[in-house]
């Protein structure tokens, strides 16, 4: 067992760090006051090659590995959860299931300006029914006589749908047959018929834009299916298996942003006559802080590891979202409670960590979904 990082990895976590540090961290407070969409971020993260990590080069990618995109996709979170969600997005659930998929044109055509940055994705998966619930799909596909298909219902909360010239896109076309009757499509944004809701007002992650995409009577020709008819629920799960990944990777990075806020604070900050880190009801509090980052990470480069090693993964993915998810909002929580009152008011960034960390409890399956998938696989011993 080796826990030392190549030279790639460490290459990759060095440009991370110096890019987050320097570019990404000084406008994370403006971006979420603002609500505003860090444009100026995705286009360097494009020529960084953080768009498109995993993917071979041939098709505009990094060709590095996923422990690479996990060590990134942190890096650039501890710096900004929004910037961190609209690169993994665009990495996890659009380049890797064209990558998957694709056929050779729909690569050329699709992929390689994607994983470049030149073009950005979304995922539309979920609907106002079909959130937990994701094969009980409503957004209807149905082939024509010339061989198209015509495409009608509404998505929700579909993260980078505002702003995104891609989407791979899931749809029903046949009922009766459930799961097996989910299609999925390559879906270029500005095909006529399809329309954006007004971005979420959300709690946190406030610069990354989602919102509900309305499709009405949408034609797309048969060379956008993505994969064969009805088998898009697989395309959507074994997606999401390398999503949950990337969200564990988030969530590390926002729990880390809140260790470390915190503890430069406890250095600065005094009572009764010595730093705050001196007394020990706070130093307790860094030290379970910073052993259960450690625990999350192992437990996500594990996961990254088993899916560069082509072996299965879906359960470690799990786990890892579940855990992670969970310690960046007990690592939020304790961080504000180490700032005192001045992790309530939004002049420090405590408060934002707190409310950017929900989310991972919550997108990419929610820790109840998490424990639903893990239980599975205990079932049926694997
Ligand atoms: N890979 C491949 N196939 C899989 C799979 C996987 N990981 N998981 C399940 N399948 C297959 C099963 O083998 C089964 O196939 P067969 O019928 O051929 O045997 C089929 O899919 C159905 O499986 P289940 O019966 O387990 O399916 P289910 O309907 O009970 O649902 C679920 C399972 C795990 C609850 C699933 O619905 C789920 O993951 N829900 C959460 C959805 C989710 O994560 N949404 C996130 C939206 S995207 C997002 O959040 C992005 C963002 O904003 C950043």
Partial sequence: MEFQLTDDQAMVQKTARDFATLEVLPKAAEIDRDHRFPKELVARMAELGFLGIAVPEAYGGGGMDVVSYVIAMEE?????ASTGVIMSVNNSLVCDPINRFGTEAQKQEWL???AAGKKLGCFALSEPEAGSDAAAQRTTAVKQPDGSWIISGTKNWITNGPVADV???FTMNDRAAGHKGITAFILPMDTPGVRC???DDKLGIRGSKSSQIFLDDVRLPDSLLLG???????IAM????GGRIGIAAQALGIARAALEDALAYSQTRKTFGKAINQHQAIAFKLADMA???DAARLLTLRAAWLKDHKLPYGKEAAMAKLYASDVANKAAREGIQIFGGNGYVTEYPAERHFRDAKITEIYEGT????????????TKGA
């Avoid at 064969?228 to 697989?234: I, L």
């Avoid at 109840?368 to 205990?378: G, P």
């Fill in 76 to 80: 650039i979170s501890r710096a900004c």
């Fill in 367 to 378: 820790s109840e979904i998490q424990r639903l998938v893990i239980a599975n696989y205990l």
């Fill in 167 to 169: 989407c791979v896109l």
């Fill in 112 to 114: 390689t300006p994607l």
């Fill in 197 to 199: 809701g007004s971005p």
């Fill in 228 to 234: 064969e008819v009805g088998g898009g629920f697989k």
């Fill in 291 to 293: 052993t259960e980052i």
């Fill in 238 to 241: 074994s997606t999401l298996d």
